[in-house]
């Protein structure tokens, strides 16, 4: 028979062991979603800092093939990390961002290589909200990803933060006291769904403000109109959900 004492004993260790498990599962899924944006914004860069050869007119096939893209995706992401991904031992997630990135690609060759057009509409928040549909779409249940952003400055609706999303932006993200650049996450629900969510704030850099900056108002090379961001201000988010 057991002792009270030692009945004790064993019940802390219980416990211990349980606390030890849901620490390393919620540090798990930082890590998880700390990697997958890290290696989704390393894709979008590529497309941010070729933005002007995919829009040369003169040029023809511009040398982006999805597994090219994916390549200088994976040269970002080990430079943004400081660790190269290990492609040899990919993760669910990790492959399913990597094919999506490869598959937006390869679908969109006939417009990015078009001679005598200049501006494409092949713009990195175009190529980053297919890429987060097509991954969303293979996690289907598992995870999902999406650009957002304040609601002043969503251009599509389909972006529109939802309340969670909305509620850090606006009250932690805003805030003057708030680390810039720091990720918020937390165990949350999402349509019923016990979930873990990890949002990553972003802000406007000069390649942003070309169509996002000043004056207000103004048209920009897309047609719509620009927000009057300024540098270095909160332009949007990216937004991951891990569900469990």
Same mark, same amino acid.
């Given at each position: 028979?057991?002792t009270?004492?030692?009945?004790?004993?064993?019940?802390? @260790?219980?416990l211990?062991?349980?606390? =030890?498990?849901?620490?390393?599962?919620?540090?798990s899924?930082?890590?998880?979603?700390?990697?997958?944006?890290?290696?989704?914004?390393?894709?979008?860069?590529?497309?941010?800092?070729?933005?002007?050869?995919?829009?040369d007119?003169? +040029?023809g096939d511009?040398?982006?093939?999805? *597994?090219?893209?994916r390549?200088?995706?994976?040269v970002?992401y *080990?430079?943004?990390?400081?660790?190269?991904?290990?492609?040899?031992?990919l993760?669910?997630?990790?492959?399913? &961002?990597?094919?999506a990135?490869?598959?937006? &690609? =390869?679908?969109?060759q006939?417009?990015?290589?078009?001679? /005598?057009?200049?501006?494409?509409?092949?713009?990195?928040?175009?190529?980053?909200?297919?890429?987060?549909?097509?991954?969303?779409?293979? &996690?289907a /249940?598992?995870?999902? +990803?999406?650009?957002? *952003?304040?609601k002043?400055?969503?251009?599509?609706?389909?972006?529109r933060? =939802?309340?969670?999303?909305n509620?850090?932006?606006?009250?932690?993200?805003?805030?003057?006291?708030?680390?810039?650049g720091a990720?918020?996450?937390?165990?949350?629900?999402?349509? /019923?769904? =016990? *979930?873990?969510?990890f +949002?990553?704030p972003?802000?406007?850099?000069?390649?942003?403000?070309?169509?996002?900056? &000043?004056?207000k108002?103004?048209?920009?090379?897309? /047609?719509g109109?620009?927000e009057?961001?300024?540098?270095?201000?909160?332009?949007?988010a990216?937004s991951? @959900?891990?569900?469990?």
């Amino acid at each position: 028979m057991f002792t009270s004492r030692v009945l004790g004993s064993l019940i802390c @260790v219980f416990l211990l062991f349980f606390t =030890d498990v849901e620490v390393a599962v919620a540090n798990s899924n930082s890590e998880i979603s700390q990697e997958l944006t890290t290696l989704y914004r390393a894709a979008r860069k590529v497309i941010s800092e070729n933005q002007q050869h995919i829009n040369d007119a003169s +040029i023809g096939d511009k040398g982006f093939s999805g *597994a090219s893209v994916r390549e200088q995706a994976l040269v970002n992401y *080990a430079e943004a990390s400081g660790t190269p991904l290990d492609t040899e031992n990919l993760t669910d997630a990790q492959s399913a &961002m990597l094919s999506a990135v490869v598959a937006v &690609m =390869d679908e969109n060759q006939d417009l990015i290589n078009e001679k /005598g057009v200049g501006f494409k509409g092949f713009l990195p928040a175009i190529f980053a909200r297919q890429v987060a549909n097509k991954f969303s779409s293979s &996690m289907a /249940g598992k995870m999902k +990803i999406k650009l957002t *952003a304040p609601k002043s400055y969503v251009r599509n609706r389909a972006n529109r933060p =939802d309340k969670w999303e909305n509620n850090v932006i606006e009250t932690l993200f805003k805030s003057a006291d708030y680390t810039k650049g720091a990720s918020f996450s937390e165990d949350s629900k999402v349509k /019923g769904k =016990d *979930a873990f969510r990890f +949002i990553l704030p972003e802000y406007y850099g000069k390649s942003c403000l070309g169509c996002h900056g &000043m004056p207000k108002g103004e048209r920009d090379i897309t /047609g719509g109109k620009k927000e009057g961001g300024v540098l270095g201000e909160l332009g949007g988010a990216i937004s991951l @959900v891990i569900y469990q």
